[in-house]
T-cell receptor, first 111, second 117 residues
Framework: QKEVEQNSGPLSVPEGAIASLNCTYSDRVSQSFFWYRQYSGKSPELIMSIYSNGDKEDGRFTAQLNKASQYVSLLIRDSQPSDSATYLCALYSNSGYALNFGKGTSLLVTP | EPEVTQTPSHQVTQMGQEVILRCVPISNHLYFYWYRQILGQKVEFLVSFYNNEISEKSEIFDDQFSVERPDGSNFTLKIRSTKLEDSAMYFC???????????????FGPGTRLTVL
């Protein structure tokens, strides 16, 4: 099984700051990477997906992928208190059916 | 916007009883999944289903578990004889791609919280 590692946090940032969330993975052949947001007691909600090396931007969110370093990150600009949640990194298993999730990083944005 | 729905939102059962968790995937999606999340732990894959067959299952998905698509809209997870350790949130997900590659996004339902007493 592909291992997905995330710092559990909590990561605390002030409102308006940039939050940086990191994820490393063990399998070099991984191709598709996903960031989900999960509020307490709720289901994972897709934030972004990324497949190619480099940056991908969507609004306040930027995903960064470095396959050589087996590293994927999520930057949240102008962080808002509503961004306070657990952010899950996920990638597909070798079969392409199962998503393997990290344990998630808890983000707290303070007013 | 289309979404995955799940019922019930909360199910309480006695150990040893059978439970059926229900899901309605997004209507044009053909790939269906069940995941679970024990409180405080990570989301874990249980099973994937396509064309009325299981395409992959995890070690968690033992003989106590089964899945079915009884009609054109529902997708169910049955646990035959529940154990205390089955207490978790169970999430259904669906996708329209199934390749595990670029563009294959899984959308999750709101979950069913299963409590086994």
């Amino acid at each position: 099984q592909k291992e997905v590692e995330q710092n559990s946090g909590p990561l605390s940032v002030p409102e308006g700051a940039i939050a940086s969330l990191n994820c490393t993975y063990s399998d070099r052949v991984s191709q598709s990477f996903f960031w989900y947001r999960q509020y307490s007691g709720k289901s994972p909600e897709l934030i972004m997906s990324i497949y190619s090396n480099g940056d991908k931007e969507d609004g306040r969110f930027t995903a960064q992928l470095n396959k050589a370093s087996q590293y994927v990150s999520l930057l949240i600009r102008d962080s808002q208190p509503s961004d306070s949640a657990t952010y899950l990194c996920a990638l597909y298993s070798n079969s392409g059916y199962a998503l393997n999730f990290g344990k998630g990083t808890s983000l707290l944005v303070t007013p | 916007e289309p979404e995955v729905t799940q019922t019930p939102s909360h199910q309480v059962t006695q150990m040893g009883q059978e439970v059926i968790l229900r899901c309605v995937p997004i209507s044009n999606h053909l790939y269906f999944y069940w995941y679970r999340q024990i409180l405080g732990q990570k989301v874990e894959f249980l099973v994937s289903f396509y064309n009325n067959e299981i395409s992959e299952k995890s070690e968690i998905f033992d003989d106590q578990f089964s899945v079915e698509r009884p009609d054109g809209s529902n997708f169910t997870l049955k646990i035959r004889s529940t154990k205390l350790e089955d207490s978790a949130m169970y999430f259904c997900a669906s996708s329209d791609d199934g390749t595990g590659g670029a563009g294959d996004t899984q959308y999750f339902g709101p979950g069913t919280r299963l409590t086994v007493l």
